[in-house]
């Protein structure tokens, strides 16, 4: 599908091929967040040892955050509607796997499959988006709509984990997947056009080697980071090989003939800059949720089901920042929008170092939440198309491979790091150390939202 045959108003195909693809984004936000609350329940009922809990979500995370560049760059050569569909396939069977397992072992496998499979389904959704929608007003409420239901994914999969386990059962968190990947794997092949590329290249082995193994070795290392301490050898040594498995990748793309990851792609200031702003954009807001999941159980004494339902708001405000990006950047521009939306987020975060050990604190928590949420939104959206913007369609997959490896690096890397973080900075285990250790965390997090909006501006100036 080429951008000067793409209609400019939404027809109803269009609207189908929309509803569906956003159906699948949204079902895999839900499953990064789904189990946290469901952690201890599942660990009783298969038998996991307490030290290994932590491996039904690191595996996931590995997997999805490891694998998404690789499948971004498989999707534009063999077909991105054949991949998401058979991505969309994978994951129907895991998510029914996981929830009827008896085991650790089989819980952990039918984990590793659902991050292949929003590895694969993510970049794909993205690219038949981008292909499916031309530069400019549709492609931007696309994105929005697409940006916000992700992020308000990541904030339901909390409260449903939780509704699901207290009102179920925690497998529930696995099935309630199989009927809404069945009715997109049923709808899609009517309505969503198969996009490639005329001229199939050969597929950059070496590249897809070096970038995956590397990927896979830096997700682990910031995981066992968040989990031991940033002086735990596993994690330096993990850091250390990924780092260096990902300079060779480099050297692989300057010589190889069809490279993975074109260096010229890369150096577009638009995918560069976008890309800066758009992981720290993630790593900031899905880590604070983290953190505030600790001030309302650790501080204030809420249940993993009222804290859940405090995030209510916060998905509220993801939602309204979604839907009014594209007025947004239609007035301001991508640039400026990206700006904006992160000062409101830095401004809404730093508003949270006023938290205390009351329950008054309950009403800041929820506005700053809200106000951040939409600022946050206005920047991933901006994110979005800008990292899309300016490339050809059968370098979309690329891109949205690269954007959708950004993305999940945050949201994987967040929490570890703010975790290590506030860890180093509570003086003790009672509340009013957690809450010291927690604002430590909460003022690098306004900071990091201030580092990507100053990044984006003086990139903007340059490009």
Known sequence: ???????????????????????????????????????????????????????????????????????????DLFGRRRLFLGGLAVLAVASLAGGLATS???????????????????????????????????????????GALMSAGFTTGAILGGVLTDLLSWRWAFFINVPVALTVLLLAPTVVAESRPVHRPKLDLPGALTVTLGLLAVVLGLTQAGEHGWTSPYALLSLAAGAALLLAFHAVERRAAAPLVPLGVLRKPTVAWGNVVGLLAFLTETSLVFLLTLYLQNVLGFSPLAAGLAFGVLGVGTVVGGSAAPRVIGRLGNRRTLIVGGLVQAASTAALLGLGEGHG?????????????????????????????????????????????????????????MSAIATAA??????????TGLKTAIAVNAALVLLGVLAGRRAARRS
Not at 426 to 435: Q, S, W
């Open 1 to 75: 599908m080429t951008t000067t045959l793409a209609p400019t108003t939404l027809t109803p195909r269009l609207r189908l091929t929309l509803v569906l693809l956003l159906a699948a984004q949204f079902m895999l936000a839900v499953d990064f967040s789904i189990l946290n609350v469901a952690l201890p329940v599942i660990g009783q009922g298969l038998g996991f040892p307490l030290g290994q809990l932590q491996w039904i979500g690191t595996s996931f995370a590995l997997c999805a955050a490891g694998f998404t560049l690789l499948f971004g760059r498989v999707a």
């Open 104 to 146: 650790p072992e089989v819980l952990l496998a039918a984990r590793v499959l659902q991050g292949l499979a929003t590895a694969a389904v993510t970049p794909a959704g993205l690219s038949l988006m981008t292909t499916s929608f031309p530069e400019g007003p549709l492609r931007e409420k696309a994105l929005g709509l697409n």
């Open 361 to 417: 604190s309950l009403a800041l928590l929820l506005a700053a939440t809200f106000t951040g949420g939409v600022g946050n939104m206005l920047v991933i959206v901006g994110f979005m198309v800008t990292a899309t913007s300016g490339l050809a369609d059968h370098e979309q997959g690329l891109a949205t491979g690269l954007a959708t490896m950004t993305q999940q690096i945050g949201i994987t890397m967040g929490a570890p790091v």
């Open 426 to 435: 509570m003086p003790g285990p009672t509340a009013p150390a957690i809450l």
